[in-house]
C-alpha cells in the first residue's frame, strides 16, 4: 500500500507570493490532517479534513486554507507570504477519526520564504 | 489549556536503556503517543497508549503513563545507533482525534 505522498518536497517563493501544497493520503483514508513545524514553534495543526469538509482548525492567520476533493486529496495555501512562513508542512492522513485510527505521515514540503 | 512538555536531549551509550519524559496538561486526552523523526523525514509513530491504561509493552519500547502527575515516558531498552532521532510526545486535543498536540521533541543521540 502506497504512503501519504506530498508535493512539491520542496519549494522556494519570495515575500508577498502564495503557494499550494498537495497531499495524496493512503488509499482509502478520508481525514486529512495538516501541521506546520518550525524550529521555534514545534509541531502546530494547522486543519483537518473530513468528506471535503474542513472538521477542525488550528490557531493560524486566514492567509492559511485548504480544501479537500473528493477523492480525498489534499491542498493547502498560504496567500502572502512571509518569512515567518519558511517551515516543514507535514499532512497525515487516517481512516476516519470518530475513535482511534493511526495517523500515517507523509514526509513533508520544505517550503523557503526569501 | 493544551500544552506539552519534553526535555530537549539525551545522549546514552549503545546497548543502554533510553527513557524520553513527557507531561502533559489536558486531564481529558483520551490517546497519548510517541512519534519519531529522522533527519529529512516525516513523523512515524512508535506507540501509543489509551488513557486508561498504565503501561504498555511494544517489543524494545515500554510506555509508562501516570495519570495522577500526567507523565508519560518512553523506554528504549537495548537502544541502538539508529535510534538516533527526535522522539515527539503528543496528545489528544478534547477538540477532535485528529488533532495532536505535540511536545517539542527530544533529541536522542546514541554514541558508541
Known amino acids: 500500500k502506497a504512503g501519504v505522498t506530498q508535493t512539491p518536497r520542496y519549494l522556494i517563493k519570495t515575500r508577498g507570493q502564495q503557494v499550494t501544497l498537495s497531499c495524496s493520503p493512503i488509499s482509502g483514508h478520508r481525514s486529512v490532517s495538516w501541521y506546520q513545524q518550525t524550529p521555534g514553534q514545534g509541531l502546530q495543526f494547522l486543519f483537518e479534513y473530513f468528506s471535503e469538509t474542513q472538521r477542525n482548525k488550528g490557531n493560524f492567520p486566514g492567509r492559511f486554507s485548504g480544501r479537500q476533493f473528493s477523492n480525498s486529496r489534499s491542498e493547502m495555501n498560504v496567500s502572502t507570504l512571509e518569512l515567518g512562513d519558511s517551515a516543514l508542512y507535514l499532512c497525515?492522513?487516517?481512516?476516519?477519526?470518530?475513535?482511534?485510527?493511526?495517523?500515517?505521515f507523509g514526509p513533508g514540503t520544505r517550503l523557503t520564504v526569501l | 489549556g493544551e500544552d506539552v512538555e519534553q526535555s530537549l536531549f539525551l545522549s546514552v551509550r549503545e546497548g543502554d536503556s533510553s527513557v524520553i519524559n513527557c507531561t502533559y496538561t489536558d486531564s481529558s486526552s483520551t490517546y497519548l503517543y510517541w512519534y519519531k523523526q529522522e533527519p529529512g523525514a516525516g513523523l512515524q509513530l512508535l506507540t501509543y497508549i489509551f488513557s486508561n491504561m498504565d503501561m504498555k509493552q511494544d517489543q524494545r519500547l515500554t510506555v509508562l503513563l501516570n495519570k495522577k502527575d500526567k507523565h508519560l515516558s518512553l523506554r528504549i531498552a537495548d537502544t541502538q545507533t539508529g535510534d538516533s532521532a527526535i522522539y515527539f510526545c503528543?496528545?489528544?486535543?478534547?477538540?477532535?482525534?485528529?488533532?495532536?498536540?505535540f511536545g517539542a521533541g527530544t533529541r536522542l543521540a546514541v554514541h558508541p
Open positions: 503528543a496528545e489528544t486535543s478534547a477538540s477532535g482525534y485528529n488533532k495532536l498536540i
Open positions: 497525515a492522513s487516517s481512516l476516519a477519526g470518530e475513535s482511534y485510527n493511526e495517523q500515517f
